[in-house]
C-alpha cells in the first residue's frame, strides 16, 4: 500500500459520518431530532446541544440526564458512534429508513444506572455538564492505551497543558490535524511498542480485550490475535461464519495483515482499535 | 458460590473468608437485539465467558490518601467478572453513602465498568496480582 493510499483511507475513516434520527415522546406527541454525527466521536459529546433543541418544546430538560435507546438496548455514550452503528444498527434494516438513517430514541427518565456511566457533574446553572464526564472516560483510555503501547502512560502524563488541552479540543472539535500533532507523541517508535491495545465489542457484553504483545520474533496477523480470543475460538470450533468490522468495513481480507499494520491504519481516536463481529 | 474469595495476603492482614451477597452471579445485561438478530453470538459469548472457561484472578485491593483500607486485601475473583461488579463490591465494604469510588489500575487510569477483570488481568499484573487503587475522589486527573 502507498503512502498516498494510506493517507487517502485515514482520511476517508476521519470524515465517516452518519445520518441520525432521535425520536422524543412529549404526552403523546414525537418530535425529531436529525443531525448528522462523526463516525469517531461520541454520541455525549451531542447531548448538550440536544438537550438545547428539546429545551424549545420542554423547560428543563437540560438538567436531566439524556440517554438513548436502541431497540431496548441502552446506548453506550462512552463508546464511538461508528462502532455502536456498526454493532447494534447496520445489521438491522428494521431500525433503518430509506437514506440510512440511524433511528434511536432519546429518553430523559428512568436513567440505567447499572448499564450507562452517570452524569454526575452540573454546570452553575444546574444543567449537567455532559462534556466532563466524556472527558474524564477518554483521557483515561488514551491513558490505558498509552500504558498498553508504551509499558506505561508516563508519555500522556508528560504531556504539556497546552498538549493535553489541544488534543481534548481536537478530539471534541473533530480536528485532524490538531489531533495528529499531539497524538503522534503518545505513540512510540514501531520498534518499542509493547502490546497493542485492541477489544472486541458486542453489544450488551463486556468488552473483549486480548492482549497482542509485540516483542516476538515473528509479528502476528489479526487472525492470530483472534483465534487468541475465547469467544472467536468457541465460534470457529463450531465452524460457523463470521466476519470482522472496523469503521463499517468488512475487513475479511486483512485477516492475513500484520496487527501492526492494521492498527495504524483503523485505531480510534483513544489509540485503541474496536473490532466488531459480525456473522455472516 | 461466593464471587470473592480471600487469600493470604502477605502483609499479615486476617484472611477470614470473605463472601460479597448479591454480587455472586454477575449480571451481564443480554440485551434483546442479539437474541433477536445474532441469536447465536449469544449462545456463543454465553458459552465462551462461562464459569467453566473462567479462571480465578487475584486482586490486591489498595487504598490512597484517606480512604480506609479493607480487610483483608486481597482476594481471588473469577476472571469473568466487570468493573462494575468490583465497585459495587467495595462501595458496600466501605458503606459509601454516595455510591461512588474511583478505582485505579497501575495507579494510572480508570478502567470501563464493562472491562473483564481477566482481560484486566493479562494485560496489567503486577507479579500474580491485579493491583486496584480505589480512592473516593478523583485521585489521578
Known amino acids: ?280 | 458460590m461466593s464471587l470473592l474469595h480471600s487469600e493470604s495476603d502477605t502483609s499479615s492482614e486476617s484472611s477470614t473468608q470473605n463472601t460479597a451477597s448479591n454480587s455472586s452471579k454477575e449480571s451481564v445485561h443480554r440485551p434483546s437485539i442479539i437474541q433477536n438478530t445474532e441469536g447465536d453470538i449469544k449462545h456463543i459469548v454465553s458459552q465462551a465467558t462461562s464459569d467453566k472457561n473462567a479462571f480465578k484472578v487475584t486482586i490486591r485491593f489498595q487504598p490512597i490518601g484517606s480512604t480506609p483500607s479493607i480487610t483483608p486485601r486481597v482476594f481471588k475473583i473469577s476472571s469473568n467478572s466487570t468493573i462494575s461488579t468490583l465497585k459495587r463490591f467495595l462501595i458496600k465494604r466501605l458503606k459509601v453513602k454516595n455510591n461512588l469510588i474511583y478505582v485505579y489500575i497501575q495507579n494510572s487510569f480508570q478502567p470501563l465498568p464493562d472491562e473483564m477483570v481477566g482481560d484486566l488481568y493479562n494485560l496489567f499484573k503486577v507479579g500474580n496480582e491485579l493491583i486496584l487503587s480505589y480512592c473516593h475522589t478523583v485521585a489521578f486527573g
Not at chain 1, 120 to 149: A, G, M, W, Y
Not at chain 1, 198 to 226: A, H
Request: hydrophobic share 40%; net charge negative.
Open chain 1, 1 to 280: 500500500m502507498c503512502a498516498d493510499q494510506l493517507i487517502d483511507i485515514k482520511d476517508k475513516i476521519w470524515n465517516g459520518s452518519i445520518n441520525i434520527k432521535l425520536e422524543y415522546d412529549i404526552g403523546e406527541k414525537t418530535f425529531d431530532y436529525i443531525f448528522v454525527a462523526w463516525r469517531l466521536s461520541y454520541f455525549s459529546l451531542y447531548f448538550e446541544q440536544i438537550a438545547r433543541h428539546f429545551e424549545y418544546f420542554e423547560d428543563g430538560i437540560s438538567k436531566r440526564p439524556l440517554w438513548l435507546q436502541h431497540d431496548k438496548h441502552p446506548v453506550e455514550w462512552h463508546l464511538p458512534i461508528g462502532l455502536l452503528y456498526d454493532t447494534l444498527a447496520s445489521s438491522q434494516s428494521v431500525n433503518k429508513t430509506k437514506g440510512n438513517v440511524w433511528k434511536l430514541q432519546l429518553k430523559t427518565s428512568e436513567y440505567p444506572m447499572d448499564k450507562l456511566i452517570p452524569f454526575l457533574k452540573h454546570k452553575p446553572d444546574e444543567t449537567i455538564d455532559f462534556e466532563h464526564e466524556i472527558k474524564q472516560c477518554i483521557v483515561n483510555r488514551l491513558k490505558q492505551s498509552c500504558f498498553s503501547l508504551n509499558g506505561s502512560s508516563k508519555k500522556i502524563m508528560q504531556l504539556s497543558e497546552k498538549d493535553s488541552n489541544d488534543l481534548w479540543t481536537a478530539i471534541r472539535t473533530h480536528d485532524l490535524s490538531l489531533f495528529s500533532s499531539v497524538n503522534h507523541k503518545i505513540i512510540p517508535r514501531e520498534s518499542e511498542i509493547q502490546k497493542i491495545p485492541f477489544v472486541i465489542y458486542i453489544p450488551g457484553y463486556p468488552l473483549l480485550q486480548v492482549p497482542v504483545p509485540l516483542k516476538t520474533n515473528e509479528r502476528p496477523t489479526l487472525s492470530d490475535i483472534l483465534s487468541q480470543n475465547e469467544v472467536i475460538s468457541e465460534i470457529n470450533s463450531q465452524s460457523i461464519q463470521w466476519v470482522p468490522f472496523v469503521h463499517g468495513l468488512n475487513i475479511e481480507c486483512m485477516l492475513n495483515v500484520d496487527i501492526l499494520t492494521v492498527w495504524y491504519l483503523f485505531r480510534y481516536l483513544d489509540n485503541f482499535i474496536y473490532l466488531s463481529i459480525t456473522l455472516k
